[in-house]
């Protein structure tokens, strides 16, 4: 198994007619995906390259009544990103997957409004990012941009807040003989639809999960989050990294992931708060590849 | 964009003058505040919120981003905030007047000192960091943020931050530089600042960030560890190359690292113009080890 993606996934593409949007879709299909429909506002009907028996809509809920996708990736613009992910959450899509990068934050503010009222409403899907890779579930599925050929299938799920971060750990793992059950890249943005405690009952209740890594950094509070969640529910082993060990307290405003609050955020906070919950630390990947390896000999 | 100083009040004065018609009251210098007020954004809510601080006591709560706090909030967090009942009214404007300045201005943060002049509420010293990324539409309050080197790199999509070290460090993506940071930091190296080039590797863009690096720093030895998804590798490689042939070469130590999508491509291109590249970040880390001179590990 996996999460939220695998077979069962009917993929859409909001901006499909970009370049980007057109060479990351043909990637996708390339790594199994299931790509039914194209949307690019103004222009339903549009054929593109490489894709022409992908149909393009108008909109979001007329690609998905027509062809019965249940998961959107958006390569939008950031001026104009907010509309689209709001879009594809109102027509009920179970997976949203933002890869813009750049979005203003207060766009994401009303964003995830939106996205908490249609929660509060009975709406069931999740927004993963934006200013991420997507998700991986490798061998099956791949709603995201992760470069091909560093991930393979195994028992490790990967959640990341960085998406170098998550190519350099998968590919480090695969280097190693340890495959991964799904890899998901949340996003580097401050304010997104998925953190890190959203992923782990999801992984939890995976069986191919055996081990869970978390890939964080400073600023916001997710991996103080993510603790609380595994010091109360947590059975399965999870190994974390924090980077921005040696960043100067200048960094979290100058970046965008990080909103450091009266000291709230800082890496060495985190990796203690982490510890206390029995994860498992690593100064980098290559060390905390090691520990992995570890953990599921054990 | 980070902006104290009178650049702040400047900041503030314009975009209350735009929303509310007339610029806010900012109180003589040396008048002593009553209280710090500043508005965010909340790490667990996800939301806007504000906090008001005046000594040990703290009050504050999340709020609506367009509507903002109600004025029986406002007023409740001021009072348990220590403020003088019959200045409520007053402060309570000055705060609303913060909120709506927060909004308009897309800010990621705002932090502002409250005080009292004449009896009326006004802002003392106050600080703003405003969204790279909303700037777009805020070109009147860009402006305010100078010509300096941060400002031009961060119009060519570049977030930068300077630091004190001797290796330029070139990356993709925030959590991938602040981890080669960690990794050179613990191998005692110092990297010259944090400086990422995801959103723009172009020519232009990776040629500024070279003039940054190489010409403001003065770095001995240039490490450049990139692993793209979306940013196309090759295009990257070409970019490097074209900024480095307006300069006439590096003419300090480069190695470069690239993976990723287009990374074959990009590999083959930098091999051919003789770059040393590196297979893993390892080999990056042990090149700025022997090139470094400023370590203290």
Known sequence: ?298 | MRLTGEGAQACLSRVLSRVEGAAPRFAPPGTPPVLTMAVGIDPDALAPRFDLRAGTRHAGAIADLEAGPSDRILRESLSRAGAPPADLPTLGRLLRQAWRAFAAMEALALRAEAALSEGEAAFGACALWLDERALFRHADLESLGGDGLDRRLARAGIDYVGLDGDVGLLCIGAGMTLAMIDRLRDAGVRPAAFLDVSRNPSPDAIALALEALLDHHRARAMAVNVFGGITPMDRLAQGLLEALARRGGARVPLIVRLEGTGGEVGRAALAAAGIALAASTAEVVAFAVRHACGGDA
């Open chain 1, 1 to 298: 198994m996996s999460i939220l993606v695998g077979p069962e996934t009917r993929l859409l593409v909001q901006g499909i007619t970009g370049r980007q949007a057109g060479l990351h879709a043909r990637l996708m299909r390339g790594a199994g995906t299931d790509i039914v429909a194209g949307v690019a506002p103004g222009r339903a009907g549009a054929r593109v390259e490489g894709l022409e028996n992908v149909p393009v809509f108008g909109s979001v809920a007329q690609a998905r009544a027509a062809t019965g996708a249940n998961a959107s990736i958006a390569f939008v613009p950031p001026a104009g990103a907010a509309g689209s992910l709001i879009e594809a959450m109102e027509a009920g899509l179970d997976l949203v997957v933002a890869i813009t990068d750049g979005i203003p934050v207060h766009d994401m503010l009303r964003v995830r409004r939106r996205l908490e009222a249609l929660r509060a409403g009975g709406f069931r899907g999740r927004l993963v990012g934006p200013n991420g890779p997507g998700v991986i579930a490798p061998g099956k599925a791949k709603v995201g941009i992760m470069p091909d050929g560093i991930c393979r299938p195994g028992p490790v799920g990967i959640a990341s807040r960085s998406g170098s971060l998550s190519y350099e750990m998968a590919r480090g793992l695969s280097a190693i003989g340890i495959g991964q059950s799904t890899v998901v890249g949340v996003g580097g943005d401050p304010v997104k639809g998925t953190r890190f405690e959203d992923l782990l009952p999801l992984f939890e209740a995976d069986p191919e999960t055996k081990v869970i890594v978390l890939l964080g950094e400073v600023g916001g509070t997710d991996e103080e989050r993510a603790a609380a969640w595994i010091a109360r529910h947590g059975t399965k082993p999870v190994a974390a990294l924090v980077a921005g060990r040696w960043a100067p307290e200048e960094i979290p405003l100058g970046h965008p992931g990080a909103l450091v609050l009266d000291g709230k955020g800082n890496a060495a906070e985190k990796i203690e708060t982490l510890r206390r919950a029995g994860v498992h630390l690593a100064p980098d990947t290559d060390a905390l590849a090691a520990i992995v390896k570890g953990l599921l000999s054990r």
